[in-house]
């Protein structure tokens, strides 16, 4: 999946002329926390976010507050280092820079030109798309060896109890790396007797391991 896929088209920016003012008005009327800031071209030059807004602003605990600070232009509060992305940049790999950097925004740019937008927000949404944890289906984890046509074995397995797979995840054991484990999302909310299944072909089912479900 690529970000053009799941970023938010419809973009609010403003100019680095414009003030704090504008960008507090603008934040509070889209209720939305990050705006990028673009020249009179259009192109990206910074990006702002409620706490930079935050930051700028008068306390309200401040008994001389200095209100004309809001007139200041946003290129005086602005971040112009910006991270940005492709529309054609995969989502996992903007998902490492969302964990690597800590940020919670990120502007799609195509052109010098901002062209989208893809939050942390959208970033969850689509784990959870991409994992089918929203549709009514069965978590099964299996661990099997880290060697080639465990996962076809596996959904071979699946496939003689007619059950719809509506997502695969595969991470390596945290304690062996000779082993994986292979997380299926299965349409059916009764995985007994598949899960059956798997552990009489000799493997490990780590998930579901409850009463009701035959070890």
């Given at each position: 999946?690529?970000?053009?896929?799941?970023?938010?088209?419809?973009?609010?920016?403003?100019?680095?002329?414009?003030?704090i003012?504008?960008a507090?008005?603008?934040?509070?009327e889209?209720?939305?926390?990050h705006?990028?800031?673009?020249n009179?071209?259009?192109?990206?030059?910074?990006?702002i976010?409620?706490?930079?807004?935050?930051?700028?602003?008068?306390?309200i605990?401040?008994?001389?507050?200095?209100k004309d600070?809001l007139?200041s232009?946003?290129?005086?509060?602005?971040?112009?280092?910006?991270?940005?992305?492709?529309?054609?940049?995969?989502?996992?790999?903007?998902?490492t820079i969302?964990?690597?950097?800590?940020i919670?925004?990120?502007p799609?740019?195509?052109?010098?030109?901002?062209?989208g937008?893809?939050?942390?927000?959208?970033?969850?949404?689509?784990?959870i798309?991409?994992?089918?944890?929203?549709?009514?289906?069965?978590?099964?984890?299996?661990?099997?060896?880290?060697?080639s046509?465990?996962?076809?074995?596996?959904?071979?397995?699946?496939?003689?109890r007619?059950?719809?797979?509506?997502?695969?995840?595969?991470?390596?054991?945290?304690?062996?790396?000779?082993?994986?484990?292979?997380?299926?999302?299965?349409?059916?909310m009764?995985p007994?007797?598949?899960?059956?299944?798997?552990?009489?072909?000799?493997?490990e089912?780590?998930?579901?391991?409850?009463?009701?479900?035959?070890?």
């Open positions: 999946m690529v970000i053009e896929e799941i970023m938010n088209q419809n973009v609010f920016s403003l100019e680095e002329n414009q003030t003012a504008d507090i008005k603008m934040m509070r889209k209720n939305i926390r705006l990028p800031i673009v009179s071209e259009g192109e990206l030059t910074g990006i976010s409620d706490r930079d807004i935050k930051d700028a602003s008068p306390s605990l401040d008994s001389n507050p200095n600070v007139q232009p946003l290129s005086s509060i602005m971040k112009k280092d910006v991270i940005t992305a492709h529309p054609l940049d995969f989502v996992e790999e903007i998902s969302f964990y690597e950097q800590r919670s925004s990120i799609i740019v195509e052109n010098r030109k901002v062209i937008m893809v939050t942390e927000t959208d970033m969850l949404h689509t784990l798309l991409l994992t089918g944890a929203h549709q009514p289906s069965s978590h099964i984890e299996v661990q099997v060896e880290n060697v046509g465990q996962l076809a074995d596996i959904t071979q397995i699946i496939k003689k007619n059950f719809n797979i509506i997502s695969v995840l595969v991470y390596p054991c945290s304690h062996n790396e000779k082993f994986k484990n292979i997380v299926f999302r299965i349409q059916t009764n007994t007797s598949v899960v059956n299944d798997i552990k009489n072909e000799g493997y089912v780590l998930w579901p391991n409850m009463p009701g479900v035959q070890k």
